[in-house]
């Protein structure tokens, strides 16, 4: 395998970045996950739009230009053979002597990785769906930003595996689902509609999220944004996660409580599979 690390084409088992990026230091940087389908990079606009977004509210340098990066990703998902997969970017302030206010006058730096993932192990476990359990939101409230600082998501998510569940939701005080660990959650409706909190109040703004509600208003299915709460979700007709690496996965559990009758639903099942034909 082949990372790019700072202009290089290194050797993933060599590839290393400097003891003081800050990136390390301080989890000062951000980064995105894209899906690699059919050698495409599925919605890299967003991604790439969403990156400079961070970038900007955190006021880290852009490390290239938008066209040169496109072209450093297409080169490390050549360089590793992937066809269907997942590309990884991230950018942190730089290297510096350790210090907490920014440092003036270094370059950012930037690591690309991908990897192949066969996308048969999705469908099946799309077939299956996962389970989830609740956690208190313990986050910063800059979760729009897609930072590195992932601590609170790490814990969250061990916690929900030794849970034997595959997703930890973040719950408000209110008792309303932000988003999972590494992924936005959604609910079905007894009436079909879809739910998914508004991305405006503390939840990162899924891709993957944007474009399923592009993609669910063409299938003339009702988009609702709005909070909804964890009773809810668990007396819902379906409820699913998305993300770049899940794309549309179907939740049978939550808290240890069947969703419906405890199987995928079918329009879960059914966005899951049109994700796959728009994805380019
Ligand atoms: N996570 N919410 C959080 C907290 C996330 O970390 C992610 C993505 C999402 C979904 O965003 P998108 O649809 O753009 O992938 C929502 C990536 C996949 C990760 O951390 O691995």
Not at 113 to 123: E, Q
Not at 129 to 142: D, S
Not at 231 to 240: P, T
């Amino acid at each position: 395998r082949i990372a790019y690390v700072n202009g290089r084409y290194v050797a993933h088992r060599a590839a290393a970045v400097h003891i003081e990026d800050r990136g390390y230091q301080f989890a000062d940087g951000v980064y995105e996950v894209c899906e690699v389908a059919r050698g495409f990079i599925v919605d890299s606009t967003r991604h790439l739009d969403r990156l400079d977004r961070s970038l900007r509210e955190l006021q880290i340098a852009q490390p290239m230009a938008r066209k040169p990066l496109i072209s450093v990703m297409r080169e490390v998902i050549r360089r590793n053979l992937v066809t269907d997969g997942m590309v990884y970017l991230q950018v942190s302030r730089g290297v510096a002597p350790r210090d907490h206010v920014f440092p003036t006058g270094i370059k950012s730096a930037l690591v690309v990785t991908a990897k192949p993932v066969d996308p048969r192990l999705g469908a099946a476990k799309a077939e299956k769906g996962v389970k989830v359990i609740t956690v208190p939101e313990n986050r910063w409230e800059r979760v729009d930003i897609k930072s590195v600082g992932l601590l609170p998501n790490v814990l969250a998510k061990q916690k929900a595996k030794e849970a034997g569940a595959q997703e930890a939701w973040f719950i408000d005080p209110d008792g309303t689902v932000k988003e999972g660990a590494s992924t936005n959650a959604w609910i079905i409706t007894r009436d079909g509609v879809l739910v998914t909190r508004p991305a405006e109040t503390g939840i990162l703004r899924g891709v993957t999220r944007t474009t399923l509600i592009d993609l669910a208003k063409k299938l003339d299915l009702t988009v609702e944004e709005r909070p909804f709460t964890v009773e809810e979700a668990q007396a819902a007709r379906e409820a699913f996660i998305t993300a770049a690496t899940t794309l549309v996965m179907p939740v049978v559990e939550i808290d240890g409580r069947p969703v419906a009758n405890g199987h995928p639903g079918t329009v879960a099942a059914s966005l899951r599979n049109a994700f796959f034909d728009i994805a380019e």
